[in-house]
């Protein structure tokens, strides 16, 4: 049982290019997030999911889109990447929203 | 404003030292109140979810506890292995609020 899976673990991007972040479940868990994490910021929730076809934004969605055409894929696309954007993501699910999230082990992601 | 504080940001101890480790917050609707183990490098692992007022949940040298306004973590006789950053998080309706956490040392 794989859980959460990122990919890739480690990027570095330039000023202005684009990139997608993956994440999958196996876990059949209709609610996904993305969270981004900065030092001594805690984390901060970009978009969430509560099933297929349905996304929605978070605390801090500017700079970034997300889609949800399956139950286990929940990729998170990153367009004109900014140093603003710098930071450890994490891809986390759940099977509610008052159950404990799964997180997957983070992309850390560098704009230079 | 919904808010979620954690204190100490820090806590070192020494092997079998007890403490706790404190999360407050301010949040209107709450529908759980959740801790996560987060090792350095590492996505936050799961370690609790509280929903009323005087609920406790153990786990080893591990113990939640909640009030209206708080919650501890309690961690008795800890080890080395102990040592790792512990969030808390709130839930209110869609959302989840996420403090900043305490980053604990556990010294041999």
New interface residues.
């Given amino acids: 049982n794989a859980g959460?899976t990122q990919t890739p673990k480690f990027r570095i991007l330039k000023i202005g290019q684009s990139m997608t972040l993956q994440c999958a479940q196996d876990m059949n868990h209709n609610y996904m997030?993305w969270?981004r994490q900065d030092p001594?910021?805690?984390?901060?929730?970009i978009y969430?999911s509560?099933g297929a076809g349905i996304t929605?934004k978070?605390?801090v969605p500017n700079g970034y889109n997300v889609s949800r055409s399956t139950t286990e894929d929940f990729p998170l696309r990153l367009e004109l990447a900014a140093p603003s954007q710098t930071s450890v993501y994490?891809c986390?699910s759940s099977f509610s929203?008052?159950?404990?999230?799964?997180?997957?082990?983070?992309t850390r992601l560098t704009v230079v | 404003e919904d808010q979620?504080t954690q204190s100490p940001e820090a806590l070192r101890l020494q092997e079998g030292e007890s403490s706790s480790l404190n999360c407050s917050y301010t949040v209107s609707g709450l529908?759980?109140l959740?801790w996560?183990r987060q090792d350095p490098?590492?996505?936050?692992?799961?370690?609790?979810?509280l929903?009323s007022a005087g609920e406790e949940k153990e786990k080893e040298r591990l113990k939640a506890t909640l009030t209206k306004k708080e919650s501890f973590l309690h961690i008795t006789a800890p080890k080395p292995e102990d040592s790792a950053t512990y969030?808390c998080?709130v839930?209110t309706?869609?959302?989840?609020y996420?403090?900043?956490?305490t980053s604990l040392t556990v010294i041999p």
Wanted: aromatic share 26%; glycine share 24%.
């Fill in positions: 959460v997030y969270y001594g910021m805690g984390l901060k929730l969430y509560v929605d978070g605390e994490f986390a929203e008052v159950y404990g999230y799964t997180f997957g082990s983070g | 979620v529908r759980g959740f996560y490098g590492k996505g936050p692992e799961f370690l609790f979810t929903y969030l998080a839930g309706g869609n959302q989840f996420f403090g900043t956490g």
